[in-house]
C-alpha cells in the first residue's frame, strides 16, 4: 500500500514535468507510459526508463548542436567584422602611375543631366577633355558647378565620404588643365 501510494506520487509529479510532458506527446510513449501506470510492472517501467533516456539524449544532443551552431555563427560573425575592419576596401587608392583610383574607373550609368553638361561645353578642347573624363569625376564636376552643391552635399548623394568628393574634383581638374596644356601647346 505504501509503495503504490509513492508510486502515484511519482506519476502525478510526472504529470507536471514539461519534459515529460513533451516526452509524452509521441504516441508510442504514452503507450509505454500508460502500461507502466496500469500494470506496474517493472519490465513494463524498464522499457519505460529505456524510451525516456533514449528521448532526454536526443533532446540534450539536440540543444548541445543548437549552441554549438550559434556559438559557431557568433564567432564566425565576429571574425568578419574583425577582417573588415582591417583590411577595408579602399577603391580610393591610386592605380598605378595614373591619377586615377580604383573607384574612378568604376563605370556608372550616365544620365541625361550629365549628357545636358557636357553637351553644353561650346570649346571643343573643353568638351573632349571633359570626355576622357571617368563618369564619377564627370558627376562631381556637374553637380558641383552645374547645381552648385557642396562637397558634403555631393558625398551624402553619392554615398561617399566628403574626402573622395575632393579627390575627384581635384583629379578631375588636374586632367582638364593637363589636356588644356596640351591643346594650346
Known amino acids: 500500500m505504501k509503495n503504490e501510494w509513492r508510486f502515484d506520487k511519482v506519476m502525478e509529479e510526472l504529470k507536471e ?3 515529460f510532458q513533451s516526452f509524452i506527446q509521441e504516441e508510442a510513449h504514452w503507450t509505454s507510459f500508460m502500461e507502466a ?18 528521448y532526454y539524449t536526443e533532446i540534450r544532443f539536440i540543444a548541445y548542436v543548437t549552441k554549438l551552431i550559434r556559438y559557431t555563427a557568433i564567432n564566425f560573425d565576429r571574425k568578419r567584422r574583425l577582417g573588415h575592419l582591417r583590411f577595408p576596401l579602399t577603391l580610393d ?18 544620365s541625361d543631366g550629365e549628357r545636358a553638361f557636357e553637351e553644353s561645353l561650346q570649346q571643343k578642347s573643353l568638351y573632349l577633355a571633359f570626355s576622357r ?44 588643365r593637363a589636356t ?3 591643346g594650346s601647346s
Not at 506496474?40 to 533514449?54: G, P, Q
Not at 587608392?93 to 550616365?110: F, H, K, N, R, T
Open 17 to 19: 514535468n514539461l519534459l
Open 180 to 182: 588644356g596644356k596640351e
Open 37 to 54: 501506470y496500469e500494470t506496474r510492472d517493472r519490465e513494463a517501467l524498464n522499457r519505460l526508463n529505456s524510451l525516456f533516456h533514449k
Open 133 to 176: 573624363l571617368t563618369s564619377k569625376q564627370k558627376q562631381v564636376l556637374d553637380l558641383f558647378y552645374r547645381f552648385e552643391l557642396s562637397d558634403t552635399e555631393i558625398a551624402r548623394t553619392a554615398g561617399i565620404s566628403q574626402q573622395a568628393v575632393s579627390r575627384r574634383r581635384k583629379r578631375a581638374l588636374e586632367k582638364l
Open 93 to 110: 587608392q591610386l592605380v598605378g602611375a595614373s591619377d586615377a583610383a580604383w573607384i574612378d574607373l568604376i563605370e556608372s550609368p550616365i
